[in-house]
């Protein structure tokens, strides 16, 4: 066995409005649903509402693709069935907007609901 100490990176985005939307409360159920093979890193209780145990942890990975009309990077990310789920794309975006604009181009995306 290898063991190695790093300093991870996390950002954690506070998103109470998320948890509000029924695509994401699904996303949520699904990812902790007690037969669901991939799940998500969450406390939250599976059928339960949303609280301040709901926080959701994803691994987040980015890189640019281009530059905007602004001069400013825009990135492609991948690391979370967020991405790719139609109904989460503005959400996704948003977590990818917030993560160039603190340069985390690698790490943990803290989604919390406080």
Do not use: C
Request: charged letters at 25%.
């Amino acid at each position: 066995m290898e063991v190695r100490y790093t300093t991870g990176k996390v950002l954690r985005i506070n998103a109470p409005e998320w948890f509000e939307l029924p695509a994401f409360r699904a996303f949520l159920n699904r990812g902790t649903h007690p037969q669901q093979q991939q799940r998500i890193a969450s406390f939250h209780r599976y059928g339960d509402e949303p609280s301040s145990w709901s926080d959701i942890f994803i691994p987040f990975e980015a890189y640019p693709v281009g530059i905007d009309d602004n001069g400013r990077e825009i990135w492609e990310a991948e690391g979370s069935d967020i991405y790719g789920t139609e109904e989460l794309n503005d959400i996704w975006q948003a977590i990818t907007d917030v993560a160039r604009d603190h340069q985390l181009r690698h790490g943990v995306i803290w989604i919390s609901n406080e």
